[in-house]
């Protein structure tokens, strides 16, 4: 089956990104297709390469980055929201005359249209977080 | 796009002011609206706040966005499902909320609101391809 997942929360705050990791997880595993990871709303949060957890936690960003590069993932960032939030690539902030850039490899910022489009390709498009 | 069309339902269950996920929500329905799906919306629990009329955040220094859902008709948006319970949980009635109409090739100022039971809601939820919570 197709999944397209999409992460509405932020990482360490509440589980619901790392259930959807865990999902991902699980269903490539099975062998089924994911065609798209959506980051929205805090979800964004999850792209930063800057965070630094504790070594004896989980690190929910390395978690998705490693995943991504295992499976070749499409980690897609909404821009709206992480303009808002202060997710940048080297582009964005070269454009917004910032002096760094925090995303995580792996991840690639685009619009809400990588949203729908996950939407309309996807058998099953699976929401985490409210 | 090659794909079928599929129906889309927008499901807002939060005050518009106090979380972002109501201004988020609508900017995907803007968004989406270019991909030409069969998209509705849902409003249930605190989302029935958002269609509330006479909106002033000036004290709080948020975005009024209120008025463009009724812009939504001028995107073909023209189905918003307001959940009867929560307007009468909240002590509202239609009379509170705004007045959003949209346009056919036949008739203007169709009224886009529709009221719902609880479990009409549940049918209209069962019937979609995709539906985004918010």
Not at chain 1, 14 to 31: E, I, N, V, W
Not at chain 1, 99 to 128: H, K, M, T
Not at chain 2, 92 to 119: F, G, W, Y
Request: aromatic letters at 8%; a negative charge.
């Amino acid at each position: 089956m197709k999944f397209g997942i999409v992460v509405n929360e932020g990482p360490y705050t509440h589980q619901a990104s790392d259930t959807a990791y865990q999902f991902a997880k699980a269903a490539l595993d099975k062998g089924h297709e994911v065609v798209r990871v959506f980051f929205y709303h805090d979800g964004v949060n999850n792209a930063t390469r800057l965070t630094v957890p504790p070594q004896d936690e989980r690190n929910v960003q390395r978690n998705w980055s490693e995943l991504g590069a295992k499976h070749n993932l499409d980690m897609v960032v909404c821009i709206a929201a992480a303009q808002r939030r202060g997710i940048l690539d080297e582009n964005e902030a070269k454009r917004q005359g910032k002096d760094a850039n925090n995303i995580a490899p792996g991840f690639r910022i685009s619009g809400l249209g990588q949203l729908i489009e996950a939407g309309i390709l996807a058998d099953r498009l699976v929401v985490f977080g409210d | 796009m090659a794909q079928a069309q599929k129906k889309f339902l927008y499901v807002n269950r939060k005050a518009p002011h106090g979380s972002i996920y109501a201004l988020e929500s609508l900017e995907v329905v803007l968004i989406g609206a270019a991909f030409e799906q069969a998209v509705s919306l849902a409003f249930l629990d605190d989302g029935v706040f958002q269609l509330a009329r006479g909106q002033n955040t000036k004290g709080i220094g948020a975005k009024n966005f209120s008025g463009t859902y009724r812009a939504l008709g001028d995107y073909d948006v023209r189905d918003l499902y307001v959940e009867r319970e929560s307007l009468e949980e909240r002590g509202l009635s239609t009379d509170d909320l705004l007045e959003i109409t949209h346009d056919t090739d036949d008739e203007e100022d169709i009224p886009s609101i529709k009221i719902v039971s609880r479990a009409e809601m549940a049918d209209i939820m069962a019937s979609q391809d995709v539906i985004l919570s918010f």
